[in-house]
Antibody, heavy 119, light 110 residues
Framework: QLQLLESGPGLVKPSETLFLTCSVSGGSVRGDSWSWIRQTPGKGLEWIGYLYYTGRINYNPSLKTRVTISADQSKNQVSLTLNSVTAADTAVYYC?????????????WGQGTLVTVSS | QSVLTQPPSVSAAPGEKVTISCSGHRSNIGNNYVSWFQQFPGTAPKLLIFDNDKGHSGSPDRFSGSKSGTSATLDISGLQTADEADYYCAVWDSTLNVVVFGGGTRLTVL
């Protein structure tokens, strides 16, 4: 059974860079497609981006200048890098698999990791 | 304010049927596939429906989805208290080039 586990720093200072990893077990990052989504009480669910199994990546235009999604096959992880964070980036961050490369067939999710941006 | 509009809350009695609506535009629901997710407090969303009306394996048959024009609906029949959760619709928006989520609907089973 596919399992995803996000990990990250928990607390990040404003203007710094956030780096999160999503460790995949019971499957391989290679040949599958992955999304990052975040959730805040105020804005609800927000799609961050999508790494297609071919290597193509789509980013949310509102985050595109600050975000990078990549996969490390040797570690079987998907990562998220978000630059120049502000308090507005405080959220629970989820990674999810997009089964069959279908963008919204998000059939497996991690438990989420809370990231707080504060000095 | 979400691009997709869902009622903030719905309620019904156990055993009854409830419908949750998701209203959008031609650029999203009108031309793309809708998914529905269920979320319990403190946990990650779970896929219920994808491609408008396809049930995710493991989702009870009591959950069904449909789409007409620029609106989508999630029907839950034979309501159980365990169905109390938040429900979200999601779809690709071809104009904004982004996945958009509805604001979510809190289901209360009275």
């Amino acid at each position: 059974q596919l399992q995803l586990l996000e990990s990250g720093p928990g607390l990040v200072k404003p203007s710094e860079t956030l780096f999160l990893t999503c460790s995949v077990s019971g499957g391989s990052v290679r040949g599958d497609s992955w999304s990052w989504i975040r959730q805040t009480p105020g804005k609800g669910l927000e799609w961050i981006g999508y790494l297609y199994y071919t290597g193509r990546i789509n980013y949310n235009p509102s985050l595109k200048t600050r975000v990078t999604i990549s996969a490390d096959q040797s570690k079987n992880q998907v990562s998220l890098t978000l630059n120049s964070v502000t308090a507005a980036d405080t959220a629970v961050y989820y990674c999810a698999r997009a089964r069959g490369g279908q963008l919204l067939r998000l059939d497996a999710w991690g438990q989420g990791t809370l990231v707080t941006v504060s000095s | 304010q979400s691009v997709l509009t869902q009622p903030p809350s719905v309620s019904a009695a156990p055993g009854e049927k409830v419908t949750i609506s998701c209203s959008g535009h031609r650029s999203n629901i009108g031309n793309n596939y809708v998914s529905w997710f269920q979320q319990f407090p403190g946990t990650a969303p779970k896929l219920l429906i994808f491609d408008n009306d396809k049930g995710h394996s493991g989702s009870p048959d009591r959950f069904s989805g449909s789409k007409s024009g620029t609106s989508a609906t999630l029907d839950i029949s034979g309501l159980q208290t365990a169905d109390e959760a938040d429900y979200y619709c999601a779809v690709w928006d071809s104009t904004l080039n982004v996945v958009v989520f509805g604001g979510g609907t809190r289901l209360t089973v009275l």
